[in-house]
T-cell receptor, first 112, second 113 residues
Framework: AQTVTQSQPEMSVQEAETVTLSCTYD???????LFWYKQPPSRQMILVIR??????QNATENRFSVNFQKAAKSFSLKISDSQLGDAAMYFCAYYTGNQFYFGTGTSLTVIP | SQTIHQWPATLVQPVGSPLSLECTVE??????LYWYRQAAGRGLQLLFYSVGIGQISSEVPQNLSASRPQDRQFILSSKKLLLSDSGFYLCAWSVSIGGAEAFFGQGTRLTVV
């Protein structure tokens, strides 16, 4: 079975600082994709960043970047220059075989 | 552009009553479709997914069923709701080519009383 683990139920960061959210996954597949989604209080799921497992280069989207360690099955999200609008629940997700599997989420608080 | 519609946004139903949640996608053909349930502290649990009309795969045994009567329509149903069916239900779609992101509907807050 595919599992995604987010070991930090809650995190906080000072505005303008950097925070890293952790994610590990368990798989025997070689071809898969990884995602980070953001769920603000509106509960609308928004894609933050996407990583193909066959790519060694870490994905980056503006202030958001990932540290993808394939051998360790680790996929952490770094948010730089945190803003108040970054406050949300963040979900790590794994995709293979037409299915998306999600972790339990990390609630991020941004302190002004 | 593609859009996904999910309704209703909120629903309060008595135990033992039936359920029908509907999800439709516009602007794309032959999407993969998904139903998730989100419970507090448990993330998103995949309930059903579909890669085509009439093709439904279930991830977990439960009191719910899903159907895909048309290419871009996905319905989540129950004949008799249980208290444990309460939760936040999300419909999502993705293109059938692997690795594309999932796009989510606004969700349905279901409360079974």
């Amino acid at each position: 079975a595919q599992t995604v683990t987010q070991s930090q139920p809650e995190m906080s960061v000072q505005e303008a600082e950097t925070v890293t959210l952790s994610c590990t996954y368990d798989t025997s597949e070689s071809d898969y994709y990884l995602f980070w989604y953001k769920q603000p209080p509106s509960r609308q799921m928004i894609l933050v960043i996407r990583q193909e497992a066959y790519k060694q280069q870490n994905a980056t989207e503006n202030r958001f970047s990932v540290n993808f360690q394939k051998a360790a099955k680790s996929f952490s999200l770094k948010i730089s220059d945190s803003q108040l609008g970054d406050a949300a629940m963040y979900f790590c997700a794994y995709y293979t075989g037409n299915q998306f599997y999600f972790g339990t989420g990390t609630s991020l608080t941004v302190i002004p | 552009s593609q859009t996904i519609h999910q309704w209703p946004a909120t629903l309060v139903q008595p135990v033992g009553s039936p359920l029908s949640l509907e999800c439709t996608v516009e602007g794309t053909s032959n999407p993969n479709l998904y139903w998730y349930r989100q419970a507090a502290g448990r993330g998103l649990q995949l309930l059903f997914y579909s890669v085509g009309i009439g093709q439904i795969s279930s991830e977990v045994p439960q009191n719910l069923s899903a159907s895909r009567p048309q290419d871009r329509q996905f319905i989540l149903s129950s004949k008799k709701l249980l208290l444990s069916d309460s939760g936040f239900y999300l419909c999502a779609w993705s293109v059938s080519i692997g690795g594309a992101e999932a796009f989510f509907g606004q969700g349905t807050r279901l409360t079974v009383v």
